[in-house]
Each structure stands twice: as C-alpha cells, then as structure tokens.
C-alpha cells in the first residue's frame, strides 16, 4: 500500500531545477516507493542492489548508461560511485531537468563522491519514516514546524489526536512505512532482521560486528542525552577514535542526530555538547529491550523516548518540506535548559517536551533565561499530551504531541 508523502510536492518543484535528484535516509523509508511512485511509466528503473547490474555499472558505467538511458531512476547509488563522473559528464553536455533520479542509504560512502562529481548539478534531500500526519494522509497539512498558534490550530482542525497509549504504540512500533502501516506484522522479526541486514551488508567495514551492536544497543540507551562518547567508548570495550568513527557512521546513514547547542557571543556559559537522538523510535525501543508499549511507557526510558518521537517528528517535518532544520537545544552551566529552540527569520521559538496531559506554567520557567540574549523571541510551546491546543502563558501554548 502506498502512501502519500510530504516531499512529494518538493520532489516536484527541484527536479524541475536540478538535472540530477538524489533522495538519502536509511534503508526501508520508502525512498524507492516514493521515486516510483512519482516516475509513473516513462522513466527507467533499475536497482544497484541486483548484483549483475552493480557489476556493470562498477566496470563498465559508461556502457551501463547507455542500456540505462535517462530518464533513469537508480536505487541504491552507492553500490557503483564509479558511475557519478559518467552522469557530470552526460548532464554537463545536457543540463536537461530531471534526467537522473537517485537514492542511497549510505551517506558515509555517497556524500563525497556526489559532492565532487555533481556539485552544482544534484538537488539532496532526506526521508525518514512516516510522519504522524503521513500516517493520517495528511502529508499536505505536514508543514514545517513553528509553533504558532495558528499553525497549530489549522493541524487541530484536521489531524487526530492520540491518547497515552496510542502514541506510544506508534513510538514502539516505529515508522518504517512496513511495520507501521501492517498492523500484523511481526515487530521483533522486522527489527531483528533489520539490524542483521544494517550490520552485515550496509556496515561491514566497522570490523568487528559484535561490538558495533554492543554500540548500537549503547546509543540507543542514551537517546534524548547528552552526548558522551568516552562512556558509551568505555561500555562497549572501543577505543575513544573507534566510538567517534562508528557515531559518524550512524549519524551519516540517518540512524541517530546530533542536536547542537545554540550558542551566543553574548555568553560563555552555554554547554557545547550536542544531544543524541535515535531517528527511529521503533528500532530504539527494540534495541533496548522493551517487549510492549505498555512497559515502554511505565519504564525508565519514557520521558526520554517520548522527547525522542517529539523531535523525530518536528524534524521530519522540515526534511520533508525540503527544508534544514533550525533546531538547537539551550543548556547553560546552572542546568537550566530547553529541549529545543526553533530558530526562523532570526526569531527564537522555545520549545519544551513533557510527557504530561496537564499544562503547567513550571514546565516552561527556563523560557525566561532567553531574555538576556537580547534576540526577538517568538511564540513558544510546551508538547505534551493535551487533547487540545491550551494556552499555558503569555505566547506560550501547550500542543498535542500528535499534531505535530
């Protein structure tokens, strides 16, 4: 079953610009439905997971585009980077819009080629799994997020609002589009087999698979904390190069994001450590043990995995639009922090996370600690539970976390 997506609309509008598209993200997305979805029947299809045509196209591209001819969807681009000068080469001499649609899983291996051979020539963009509003077919109303209390009653109007225990059924099951549109199937049997697939086949050259795992399990255990890699170095048994070599890996192939801190000239007293977070709730919650939503929810990772759904789901609403996130976290050395700081056209937007479905005034006393950066602060909002869009002070109101 497909589903319509957000970047639907963008895919559009960009390779009307670009003569070549790349989609990145994880495997299993729906990068591949997406792009064939939107290509209907006159654009080519070949995937460089068949192990014939990657052969070709690693010995032989320029006889590989010639059987191949644009307009050409190409799955899984990072099995042959040997083909990236061949398209320069082809677009350079016909700078037709959307000859060349792309994807890969692997930023890490992609990214350099793509940015030395296609520079100026390739539009990139990111897809994670389903959006909340995705899952409600409501990828239009899935604009990127800012707080407003417009914005947040146009989504009201439309989106509906999940209670406790269907939020966190959809934060274990997760968002690749197969486990959490398939109601049957088997959780623990996907994710098993995903990790298995990511391990082997898309990350052999960490060496040592084990302890990879043993890392995995160790950065899915501190998502929504502050990073520490000397700890999560020390608990598998890495050495401190080894654990920034594998974190760069993770963070390249859309598996966790670095949230970085908002820094001012004005202060020296802010903290420059950036936050974890897992991009996929599902393969967190498997990969720390949890056997249900509902010891999910009562367990200690609650708060923590809620505020790693809330993020997830407020930068997917800016990746799918085609758009960068403007998101920081503020933290300074008094402990005082907020989750997050929505940064548009200058303005902060403070942003605060609490598992909670009564609004409070407390949850938001740290906004106050932005006056003295002296920038033009905007409406801000505690995301909790609530089955309503609540004021909860002056420009500060409480949004259902589902609606985001």
Same mark, same amino acid.
């Given at each position: ?12 509008? %960009?390779?009307?610009?670009? &003569?070549? =598209?790349?989609?990145?993200?994880? *495997?299993?997305?729906?990068? /591949?439905? #997406? ?106 109303? %899935?604009?990127?997020?800012? &707080?407003? =209390?417009?914005?947040?009653?146009? *989504?009201?109007?439309?989106? /509906?609002? #999940? ?124 990969? /720390? ?116």
């Amino acid at each position: 079953m497909y589903i319509k997506r957000t970047l639907e609309g963008y895919i559009a509008g %960009a390779s009307r610009q670009f &003569p070549v =598209r790349l989609i990145t993200g994880p *495997r299993q997305v729906g990068k /591949t439905s #997406l792009l064939r979805h939107l290509a209907g029947k006159g654009r080519t299809y070949v995937t460089l997971d068949d192990p014939v045509s990657a052969a070709l196209a690693r010995e032989e591209p320029r006889l590989f585009l010639e059987r191949f001819k644009p307009p050409v969807l190409i799955d899984e681009i990072q099995y042959a980077p040997q083909l990236l000068p061949y398209i320069k080469m082809d677009v350079d001499h016909d700078k037709q819009p959307g000859k060349y649609w792309l994807t890969g899983s692997q930023q890490f291996h992609l990214m350099r080629g793509v940015s030395e051979s296609l520079a100026g020539r390739v539009g990139i963009l990111n897809l994670l799994g389903l959006s909340q509003l995705e899952r409600q077919n409501l990828a239009k109303v %899935a604009t990127p997020f800012v &707080p407003t =209390r417009e914005e947040s009653e146009k *989504r009201l109007k439309k989106a /509906t609002v #999940l209670d406790l225990r269907d939020i966190y059924r959809a934060i274990w099951r997760g968002s690749f589009p197969a486990i959490a549109l398939d109601k049957k199937m088997d959780r623990d049997l996907f994710y098993s087999s995903y990790v298995q697939t990511y391990l082997q086949r898309d990350l052999a050259q960490v060496g040592d698979g084990l302890a990879f795992l043993k890392f995995l399990r160790a950065a899915a255990a501190r998502t929504g904390q502050l990073l520490n890699l000397s700890e999560m170095a020390r608990d598998c048994d890495v050495s401190p190069p080894t654990a920034k070599s594998w974190l760069s890996i993770l963070q390249a192939s859309g598996i966790v994001y670095l949230l970085e801190p908002y820094h001012s000239n004005l202060t020296k007293r802010l903290i420059k450590t950036p936050k974890l977070y897992f991009l996929d709730t599902g393969l967190c919650s498997y990969l /720390t043990a949890w056997s249900s939503p509902e010891t999910l929810e009562a367990g200690a990772m609650s708060g923590a995995i809620f505020e790693t759904y809330v993020v997830a789901e407020i930068l997917k609403s800016w990746w799918h639009n085609g758009k960068q996130a403007p998101l920081h976290y503020y933290r300074d050395k008094d402990k005082k922090e907020i989750d997050l700081l929505v940064i548009v056209d200058q303005t902060i937007h403070p942003v605060e996370i609490k598992k909670t479905s009564i609004p409070s005034k407390d949850a938001v006393r740290h906004f106050s600690v932005l006056d003295h950066l002296k920038k033009n602060i905007g409406t801000g909002a505690l995301i909790c539970m609530s089955g309503d869009v609540i004021p909860v002070k002056d420009n500060i109101q409480a949004i259902p976390a589902s609606i985001i």
